[in-house]
């Protein structure tokens, strides 16, 4: 059974602090890798997007990425409190499995 | 560009029913994926479709079955309710290769009584 794990939370920050979201997953084959942010009683958002192994940034965010350990991170600089929702690390195996794994997703608090 | 849209956005069934769900993907979008999430198994994979084939399938029952039709719309049909049925259930659409971001629609919330 492919496996997608993240901490369920809550993990609380303070504004403007830097958040750090932690993801592993246990399929080795894995090539893709996403970031989703669910608010409550919406549908999750695309925040970043993940291929290769390193930093990839996009204005706040940062993620990164290490293959040979089998671990995807989402950093969160300058936190708002418009950021606070669960935030759902996907993986994708690719090949001929053509379906996205999800964690359970981490809650993230932003107190002003 | 219009997004995904799911209809309808709220069902309220009892068990023994069968309910069908539609999505409407992203205009130029050949796959439309499904997932059920609830709060206790967070978004679980029910299938994918691409091109009117359905290209995998999740752990779900038999009474979980999908199609999808040669404009890309699809709908999933769940048949002899039960109470654990009681879900969001989200569509997403993408292009369909591994790379492709998927894109969600907001979803039909499911009660059965």
Same mark, same amino acid.
């Given at each position: 059974q492919k496996e997608v794990e993240q901490n369920s939370g809550p993990l609380s920050v303070p504004e403007g602090a830097i958040a750090s979201l932690n993801c592993t997953y246990s399929d080795r084959g894995s090539q893709s890798f996403f970031w989703y942010r669910q608010y409550s009683g919406k549908s999750p958002e695309l925040i970043m997007s993940i291929y290769s192994n390193g930093d990839k940034e996009d204005g706040?965010?940062? &993620?990164?990425?290490?293959?040979? %350990?089998? #671990?995807?991170?989402?950093?969160?600089?300058?936190?708002?409190?418009?950021?606070?929702?669960?935030?759902?690390? &996907?993986?994708?195996?690719?090949? %001929?499995? #053509?379906?996205?794994?999800?964690?359970?997703?981490?809650?993230?608090?932003?107190?002003? | 560009k219009a997004g995904v849209t799911q209809t309808p956005r709220y069902l309220i069934k009892t068990r023994g029913q069968q309910v069908t769900l539609s999505c409407s993907p992203i205009s130029g979008h050949r796959s439309v994926s499904w997932y059920q999430q609830t709060p206790g198994q967070g978004l679980q994979f029910l299938f994918e479709y691409f091109s009117e084939t359905?290209?995998?399938?999740?752990?779900?029952?038999?009474?979980?079955?999908?199609?999808?039709f040669s404009n890309s719309r699809s709908e999933m049909n769940v048949s002899t309710l039960e109470l654990g049925d009681s879900a969001l259930y989200l569509c997403a659409s993408s292009l369909g290769g591994a790379r492709n971001i998927q894109y969600f629609g907001a979803g039909t919330r499911l009660s059965v009584l």
């Open positions: 706040r965010f940062t &993620a990164q990425l290490n293959k040979a %350990s089998q #671990y995807v991170s989402l950093l969160i600089r300058d936190s708002q409190p418009s950021d606070s929702a669960t935030y759902l690390c &996907a993986v994708h195996s690719g090949g %001929s499995n #053509y379906k996205l794994t999800f964690g359970k997703g981490t809650l993230l608090t932003v107190n002003p | 359905q290209r995998n399938k999740g752990n779900f029952p038999g009474r979980f079955s999908g199609r999808q």
